[in-house]
């Protein structure tokens, strides 16, 4: 029974889609795969402010890939330094950022921070290296309100003291960062570490330690190695840090958005309630005009309603207001699905096929176009997405993924879903009660 | 049975009766584009309690800090809308502390858009490319779909000249809702437009299935009756599909949903029906006009559609 098999196999996504869509749910934890479970709200939704950064060099300047994703997570970091819950940082085209702050209202600060030169230093740590990511309070940067609540770390000298940083190889022949000082870095760094051998010189970049190599010897020349565990690529990304202190490329402010956190909820509130009432009536229309089938496209739309959701919580997709329009018009290319098919299926019982007969032909038949019709979707779908991506343009991305998503959703719910359930029903229709369920 | 094609003519009329006012519009206004495509910083403040300060006031503000292409419009809700060049933050943050301390009620930023002249005209030109490339993408899929009748590549250009009616339906009604409601052409209509683009496909689609499935079972009847029949066959899906169920949700946006979708909401609603017309009264029956090659009988005299079914 192969019916039986696709049951098992719908009852088993369904329960799945269900445990993933309960509010408050544990979060998925199976050995070392960890992933949180929670609905992720656009900007458009809960209010805050979105910022397109774009790499500011003159006309022609070929930006360099690399260069253009350390600025993307020097920004991360700083924006991560904001506090700021589900913010979020992404690289749009070639030469683009876009940071998106949920809940802030200002955008001027919070734009200024991410903008700003980064602040390197270099802080004595004594014998106890801090591990990179620690926050620290430093007495150059907290000069003028002392934070006695966390520990003051005294800054020798900061990053302006650096000339010129390059990955080379140690006498062991793994990765190391030499790096130049100008003069007056020269002589402080000479005093401090004819002084402190044994100590830890932490490098901290906007408060953040990135890295806390010991003094080895007493390094007087004003040039020095640091070496450690490193490989071409955390090496690479050390020197670039050490280099330009920030961001390798300057940025600019080409787009802000700020949306009221009153705008957003109403809107999501009504829009909310609009699909609700707009779900029933279609439910109550399936189910009068199309009898026992439609009643079991109900069943499969709602199936396809919670997998999709279910969906948009795992991977998480952002939802926007057009997000759900997306979703909205997908719960239509359900319907639509469903509709050909039982429009067809009407037809080729009333010409007078058996009612067996009349399920298979009704499939085979309405798929070509099901198929088609949905596959220019996806291609839209997938420009769209394009478009979006290259412009930070989230709203654009967002409906574009949630329409797809459930399109694809949408035709494994009307050709598997429905059509298990009519293969289990059928059995049990006598065949002079076909124009009470079928409504032929 | 109903003789849908018969009146073909009739819907084409109908058809550019909607289209031409709001490409006479487009002429005498010019076209209404939101700070998307041209750039330029917009700021939409309310006040409470009590009244928005007067246009000119705010004018005059703006005008303190060299800032003298603002336009100033009040909205309703105690809200106005302030559209100038782009404005750098920090001067768009004393700005909003300006207009803080002339007015004596609470001023609440409900949503800033701020975009760089040259990044707008980039978004235009991708939008316009975007647009271009999915309408090629479906032709060719179309002809490939439809590889086994004969012209199949009739079929692909007949969905997009479809799709550039509805294009069209859905810019005419953006400009008479500009007229009417200060309606403007932003992101969000570019996601409507090519949502109405994706669905119009689709439902030409499904015709055209109907076309290329009967073609093949009614080898003898001719081309028109051929069509005419499938678009009937069709007819009862398409209104199930596009007015009980998308349309019902649409409606149901733009009643009962937030504010800041209704323009959205109704676009899709207006967008989505046109696709299924089009795909009915548009679509099909120019396939038919290119089968019968009747622009041969256009300008001839007296003769007028009198070897349609030949």
Redesign the interface.
């Known amino acids: 029974m192969r019916s039986y098999r696709w049951l098992i196999i719908i009852l088993i996504v369904v329960a799945i889609a269900i445990f993933i869509d309960l509010p408050n749910n544990p979060g998925i934890h199976i050995g070392s795969f960890n992933r949180e479970i929670e609905t992720r709200l656009g900007l458009?939704l809960v209010g805050g402010v979105q910022a397109?950064l774009?790499a500011d060099l003159p006309e022609g300047t070929a930006i360099e890939a690399e260069k253009m994703s350390t600025a993307t997570r020097i920004v991360e970091n700083r924006v991560n330094g904001l506090g700021v819950t589900e913010a979020l940082v992404q690289q749009a085209g070639e030469k683009r950022i876009v940071v998106e702050l949920p809940g802030v209202?200002d955008?001027?600060e919070a734009?200024?921070t991410i903008q700003e030169t980064g602040l390197l230093e270099f802080v004595d740590m004594g014998f106890n290296p801090l591990p990179a990511g620690t926050i620290v309070v430093t007495d150059f940067a907290a000069a003028e309100t002392p934070d006695t609540s966390e520990p003051l770390l005294h800054t020798v000298m900061t990053g302006d003291a650096i000339e010129n940083v390059q990955v080379t190889r140690d006498q062991t022949g793994n990765y190391a960062i030499q790096f130049e000082l100008n003069s007056e870095g020269a002589d402080i760094f000479s005093e401090y570490t004819t002084s402190n051998v044994g100590n830890h010189l932490g490098i901290v970049l906007d408060n953040t330690v990135i890295s806390a190599p010991r003094v080895d010897e007493p390094i007087t020349e004003g040039e020095g190695i640091i070496s450690g565990a490193f490989d071409l690529e955390s090496a690479n990304a050390l020197a670039v840090q050490l280099r330009y202190g920030s961001l390798p490329i300057p940025l600019k402010?080409?787009?802000?958005?700020?949306?009221?956190p009153?705008?957003?909820q109403?809107?999501?509130?009504?829009?909310l309630?609009?699909?609700l009432?707009?779900?029933i009536?279609?439910i109550l229309?399936?189910g009068i005009?199309y009898r026992l089938p439609g009643i079991l496209a109900d069943v499969s739309i709602i199936i396809y309603a919670l997998v999709t959701f279910a969906i948009f919580r795992y991977l998480p997709v952002t939802l926007t207001?057009?997000g759900i329009?997306?979703f909205?018009?997908s719960?239509?290319?359900a319907?639509?699905a469903n509709?050909?098919i039982f429009?067809r299926l009407k037809?080729e019982l009333r010409a007078g096929r058996g009612l067996n007969q009349a399920v298979d032909i009704a499939w085979k038949?309405a798929w070509?176009?099901i198929r088609?019709?949905?596959?220019?979707?996806l291609?839209?779908?997938g420009?769209?997405f394009?478009?979006g991506s290259?412009?930070g343009?989230t709203?654009?991305k967002g409906?574009s993924l949630t329409?797809a998503i459930g399109v694809v959703i949408s035709l494994f719910t009307a050709i598997v879903v429905t059509r298990t359930f009519l293969n289990l029903v059928l059995p049990y229709v006598k065949e002079k009660n076909f124009t009470r369920w079928f409504g032929i | 049975m109903f003789n849908i094609l018969g009146k073909r003519y009739l819907f084409f009329g109908i058809s550019l009766l909607i289209i031409l006012p709001g490409l006479l519009l487009a002429i005498i206004y010019g076209l209404n584009l939101s700070v998307d495509f041209t750039g330029g910083t917009l700021m939409e403040l309310s006040f409470t309690p009590g009244d928005p300060p007067p246009p000119a006031e705010i004018v005059a503000l703006y005008n303190q800090f060299d800032v003298t292409d603002v336009q100033v419009q009040t909205t309703g809700d105690n809200t106005i809308v302030a559209r100038s060049s782009f404005i750098e933050d920090s001067l768009r943050g004393d700005i909003l502390s300006a207009i803080e301390e002339s007015v004596s009620d609470s001023v609440t930023v409900v949503r800033v858009d701020s975009v760089g002249a040259t990044i707008g005209q980039e978004v235009t030109l991708r939008a316009a490319l975007a647009i271009a490339v999915a309408a090629i993408i479906v032709v060719v899929y179309i002809t490939f779909a439809f590889r086994g009748m004969p012209n199949a590549f009739r079929n692909g250009v007949c969905a997009i000249i479809a799709e550039i009616h509805d294009v069209l339906i859905v810019f005419s009604l953006v400009m008479i809702g500009g007229l009417l409601w200060d309606w403007q052409i932003d992101a969000l209509f570019l996601t409507a437009l090519l949502t109405v683009i994706g669905f119009s496909v689709q439902d030409t689609i499904v015709v055209f299935d109907r076309i290329r499935e009967n073609s093949s079972i009614y080898k003898r009847l001719p081309f028109e009756t051929l069509v005419n029949h499938s678009i009937i066959q069709t007819l009862q899906r398409s209104i199930n599909t596009q007015l009980m169920t998308v349309e019902f949700m649409l409606l149901a946006l733009v009643l009962f949903g937030g504010i800041t979708l209704r323009q959205f909401a109704v676009i899709l609603l207006v967008g989505l029906f046109s696709g299924t017309y089009s795909s009915i009264f548009i679509a099909a029956p120019v396939l038919v006009v290119w089968e019968n090659r009747e622009w041969q009988n256009w300008f001839g005299r007296g003769k007028k559609r009198k070897q349609a079914t030949t």
Do not use: H
């Not at chain 1, 402010?253 to 009221?260: D, L, M, Y």
């Not at chain 1, 088609?372 to 979707?377: E, G, M, Y």
């Open positions: 458009d397109l774009e209202e955008p001027l734009i200024s402010v080409v787009e802000t958005r700020t949306i009221g009153t705008l957003g109403d809107s999501l509130q009504k829009s309630v609009a699909l009432i707009g779900f009536i279609v229309f399936m005009y207001l057009p329009a997306g909205m018009l719960t239509g290319s319907l639509d509709i050909l429009e037809e038949r070509p176009s088609d019709s949905n596959i220019a979707t291609i839209t779908c420009i769209l394009w478009f290259a412009f343009a709203i654009v409906f329409l």
